[in-house]
């Protein structure tokens, strides 16, 4: 059976830095997309960023692009993302997501739909 786990999330101030990660178990994920989604009250889930394979190369939403890094560790079939220069807006469970096969389509890693596996999600929240 197939899980993702995530942890790292939290209460943060403005400004401060979080590193959220995610366990991966059941298969390896090495080869294939994994990502990060959140989704914040009343509003639809959005892409964060994406990582395409383990040494490929890494999308970012461009409200995130330059705050937050993506990384991946084959060894531990894990994948992370810092916050860094968080904001309120910020604030979101953030889900874990990995797609079971390759995808060479850049718009695909963007999009929810694409993905296989899905984490329960971790909350981070930012205060103002």
């Known amino acids: 059976q197939v899980q993702l786990v995530e942890s790292g999330g939290g209460l943060v101030q403005t400004g401060g830095s979080l590193r959220l990660s995610c366990a991966a178990s059941?298969?390896?994920?090495?080869?294939?997309?994994m990502g990060w989604f959140r989704q914040a009250p009343g509003k639809e889930r959005e892409f964060v960023a994406a990582s395409t394979r383990s040494s490929g190369t890494n999308y970012y939403a461009d409200s995130v692009r330059g705050r937050f890094t993506i990384s991946r560790d084959s060894a531990k079939n894990a994948v992370y993302l810092q916050l860094m220069s968080l904001k309120p807006e910020d604030t979101a469970v953030y889900y874990c997501a990995a797609k079971g096969t390759s995808e060479t389509r850049s718009a695909y890693f963007l999009q929810s739909a694409q993905y296989d596996y899905w984490g329960q999600g971790t909350q981070v929240t930012v205060s103002s």
């Open positions: 059941g298969r390896t994920f090495t080869p294939y997309p």
